[in-house]
């Protein structure tokens, strides 16, 4: 009786909190073009997908339970899509949820080999997705979702982006640096190459002239900084580093956020203490001072069309977040409330 008085009392906070008084209250799912993982705090299973409607101005919070009357899981990390369908990776309750992108219905779930599951790429209609504790990429038939086997990596990879038919992967560490990219050839299926990069490689985007770029968490042992965080240019072809800046006196922040601006494939945007900073791909140093100066960077997003700047902010990582966006020039737009821990977006 305890148990299911408390899933009640969870539902009915749940829906209260998606209809908030700020945002449109919803008996039904709402349709918007940028969908907005929110976390949700660890072991509680309150991970959410919320969407926004930019023509609207409005978020709605919770998109998969109102649509398919379940909770969605325990911390939602990221989101690929394929053709009609969105894979939510729902890291903690080793799962991914396959829904129709147009209104958010549950067509299936895997979870055949997930343990820890991150991040994920589309090649060729398979699904690779990466492991956080295992060093194992797996392989799953995107229409099918049957799984197809796995790549083998030398350590636990993050995110990916694919190049001519090549994954390159980072991987990183929170006891000891690790310094590699790596490179796993999607019709071998197996690891053939890695490129050595400063400490921690974490989020990695690929530009308009197919460039790749990695951020840098570097380590710090105690308060001693170890290895200094940086960013890494690398050239897919050759598979060498072409170039690379340094961050400094940035700990204890860690630089979490890499994105490309994808109206002109060409201006990087990352966090930084106290804000966001922005450069272009020909810049040979890192931005000194910050473009848009907010408390909290969780979540960083650039609308492909309008060009204008989604940050997420995950406040006390317990009660709802925030969505802030600011216009091109760095002058905020609008606010929103969101669910716990708003952390990526994805633009449709």
């Not at 400094?248 to 002109?264: C, H, Q």
Request: with cysteine; charged share 20%; aromatic share 10%.
């Amino acid at each position: 009786m305890t148990t299911r008085l408390s899933v009640l009392v969870f539902f009915f906070a749940f829906f209260i909190l998606a209809c908030s008084d700020d945002e449109d209250c919803c008996s039904t799912v709402e349709s918007g073009d940028v969908f907005i993982v929110s976390e949700g705090q660890f072991t509680q299973g309150n991970a959410t997908l919320d969407i926004y409607n930019t023509t609207s101005d409005l978020v709605q919070v919770g998109a998969f339970a109102i649509k398919n009357s379940r909770p969605l899981g325990d911390i939602l990390n990221s989101i690929t899509f394929f053709d009609d369908r969105a894979f939510l990776i729902v890291n903690n309750s080793q799962r991914i949820e396959v829904i129709r992108e147009d209104d958010y219905s549950s067509i299936a779930t895997i979870t055949e080999n997930l343990n820890s599951p991150r991040f994920g790429v589309i090649v060729q209609e398979k699904l690779y997705v990466s492991e956080l504790f295992s060093p194992q990429v797996h392989v799953f038939d995107a229409n099918s979702y049957s799984a197809l086997g796995s790549i083998t990596t030398p350590q636990p990879v993050e995110e990916m982006v694919v190049h001519d038919n090549l994954i390159f992967a980072t991987a990183t560490a929170f006891l000891a640096p690790l310094h590699h990219v790596y490179i796993m050839d999607v019709n071998a299926m197996t690891v053939i190459d890695s490129i050595e990069v400063g400490g921690n490689p974490n989020a990695i985007v690929k530009d308009a002239q197919d460039n790749i770029w990695v951020m840098c968490n570097g380590f710090v042992m105690d308060t001693t900084i170890v290895e200094n965080q940086g960013l890494y240019r690398i050239n897919p072809v050759s598979r060498t580093v072409e170039g690379s800046m340094e961050f400094e006196n940035m700990f204890p922040t860690y630089p979490g956020r890499l994105v490309l601006d994808p109206s002109d494939g060409r201006t990087l945007y990352m966090d930084r203490p106290g804000g966001i900073a922005r450069m272009d791909i020909q810049d040979t140093e890192v931005p000194s001072s910050n473009f848009i100066s907010t408390s909290s960077v969780y979540g960083l997003g650039i609308h492909p069309q309008s060009g204008f700047i989604f940050v997420g902010d995950a406040n006390d990582f317990v009660s709802p977040g925030a969505l802030r966006i600011f216009d091109k020039n760095g002058n905020l737009v609008s606010a929103h409330t969101t669910g716990v821990s708003p952390a990526r977006f994805y633009f449709r």
